[in-house]
């Protein structure tokens, strides 16, 4: 497979001028340009799955296939620009489209609210001129329709439901719709078809743009992130209702991240019926990864072998609950994922019991390896363990979106876990001291460190690329500061930025020298 090299960063945080407050689909483009000068082949994306209003994390979404109309480019919809583009918007929807593109960081309420009004606007141009008259563009829509009803006939169904319902969770919703008897299903259909033929429509205008940018990056690649789980209120779980239990949440044991563990409020699979199903939605789930990337990390690894479930009686238990078991669901999953000639990485951080790595490694699928986690924790002094001597079949990495960047944990970290660090070999050379504070000195060490990983990948978090200290999500939180975070300038200033210039410069004389990546 070669080796290769990337970075991490979320869609949303890399919004380009022209954005409306959040990174656009085709924004991607200008990252790449960036990429390239620095000698990087792929990019790590976040879930671009869609949220609920109200809703930040992209691991609790409405659908586990249907993209996010929030990153949707306006300026690249021709029902939108024909008729005049921005200057169609309200005065009112114009001074609120100005504060979110100055704002520091994602208004999520306002970009739905001025985004979701202009793509309503746009789809009615379309019915008009378009659609009424059977035009090319009207007959690529039908074709769309066609080869993705396998997952859309549900999701745009759901979402023409849901709005009707006031965004009501669908076990609220009228009986029979709610189990969905199949004659109020059809009446639905028949009462909803504009705003089903809408919500078709929106995600037609994502999937033209997605493959049209994925075109434009070649050689740079595009890595998703398959999520463990959906929201309970999602369309995916009410299509599947025997699949899932709402009785009980998922989520993980005491770890790094918690003294507690974590309930992450997510339904529970019922294996059982999922297996008897022939994992049809998880079959259905790795075909879009592969139509939308060129590779996907699976989120909570762990999870598919065995599921931590959080029972409402306080019971805590694993399902499956024997190793045997949770060995062979979870390489039949893993199998499964790779079916299609995917390529897949897997986050296997936490709590991970030996057997679960012992199984990747049998299976070949490279995990994460956290600079700051890979220790020799039962040798005295818990030394680092060398990235040199990492798994080939790895993917050596700064942080996820999860951890703080590495400036914070150096600054945290005291004396003597800062001096082990620098007795790994490569540090030793750079004359960085202990007693530093966190310096471009220290950041470039260890970012060097990690290019001389034995690892076939390396993966950046952006933040700590250049040495910032912002974070994208505080786990086991709920506030403002998860989720919206950008870059700090436009993401086509990446090219002319000095910082940003320099960073790419050194990026790629590392790559070069540890001979990965450079595309």
């Known amino acids: 497979m070669g080796r290769h090299a990337g970075i991490l960063v979320p869609l949303f945080s890399i919004p380009s001028r022209r954005a409306w407050g959040i990174g656009e689909i085709p924004d991607l483009v200008h990252l790449g340009h960036w990429m390239e000068a620095a000698g990087l082949d792929f990019v790590q994306l976040l879930p671009v799955n869609e949220m609920q209003e109200g809703e930040h994390s992209p691991y609790s979404a409405l659908s586990a ?60 141009r379309f019915l008009g001129h378009e659609w009424a008259a059977g035009s090319p563009r009207a007959v690529e829509f039908r074709t769309f329709r066609a080869r993705e009803r396998w997952w859309l006939a549900d999701y745009s169904l759901f979402r023409a439901l849901h709005d009707e319902n006031g965004g009501r969770h669908w076990q609220d919703w009228e009986p029979s719709v709610r189990d969905r008897d199949p004659v109020a299903l059809s009446h639905a259909r028949g009462r909803l078809s504009e705003e089903i033929l809408y919500f078709d429509y929106i995600q037609w205008l994502a999937q033209q743009q997605w493959q049209r940018v994925r075109r434009l990056l070649a050689p740079v690649g595009i890595f998703g992130d398959f999520p463990f789980m959906v929201s309970g209120n999602s369309a995916d779980v009410w299509a599947r209702q025997d699949e899932f239990r709402l009785d009980a949440t998922v989520g993980v044991p005491p770890d790094a991240f918690s003294e507690t563990g974590q309930d992450w409020g997510l339904p529970v699979y019922r294996w059982d019926a999922i297996a008897a199903g022939g994992y049809q939605w998880l079959r259905q789930r790795t075909r879009r990864c592969v139509e939308l990337y060129d590779g996907f990390r699976i989120d909570h690894l762990v999870g598919f072998y065995r599921t931590f479930v959080r029972e409402r009686d306080g019971t805590r238990s ?29 986050e296997d951080l936490g709590t991970v019991p030996d057997f679960v790595r012992e199984s990747m490694e049998g299976l070949g699928v490279p995990g994460m390896k956290v600079l700051r986690w890979e220790r020799e924790w039962e040798q005295p002094g818990r ?39 620098l007795e790994l070999p490569a540090l030793a050379r750079s004359g960085c001291r202990a007693e530093e504070p966190y310096s471009a ?27 910032w200290r912002d974070r ?48």
């Not at 306006?74 to 939108?80: A, K, M, R, S, T």
């Not at 078991?325 to 390489?331: A, K, L």
Request: proline content about 7%; hydrophobic content about 50%.
């Open 383 to 421: 030394p680092f363990r060398d990235p040199a001597g990492y798994p080939a079949i790895s993917v050596a990495t700064s942080g996820t979106h999860d951890t703080e960047p590495m400036a914070e944990w150096w600054d945290s970290a005291d004396l003597a876990e800062r001096q082990l660090v």
């Open 65 to 124: 296939m249907a993209i996010d109309p929030v990153f949707i480019a306006l300026d690249d919809v021709p029902d939108f620009v024909e008729p005049g583009a921005e200057s169609v918007l309200t005065v009112d929807q114009r001074s609120r489209l100005a504060a979110a593109r100055a704002a520091a960081a994602v208004d999520y309420p306002i970009v739905r609210d001025v985004k979701g009004r202009a793509l309503r606007a746009g789809f009615a």
């Open 472 to 519: 994208i999500n505080i786990p086991a939180s709920i506030g403002e500061q998860n989720w919206t975070w950008r870059l700090p300038w436009p993401v086509e200033d990446l090219l002319v930025n000095g910082e940003a210039v320099e960073r790419a410069r050194f990026l790629r004389a590392l790559a070069e020298r540890c001979a990965k990546a450079v595309p």
């Open 441 to 467: 000195r220290i950041r470039d060490a260890l970012l060097e460190v990690l290019f001389n990983a034995r690892s076939t990948l390396v993966l950046l978090a952006v933040q700590d690329v250049f040495g």
């Open 318 to 346: 694993f399902v499956p609950d024997a190793e045997p078991t949770q060995r062979s669901q979870g390489e039949r999953l893993l199998d499964l994922f790779r079916a299609h000639g995917s390529f897949v990485i897997a």
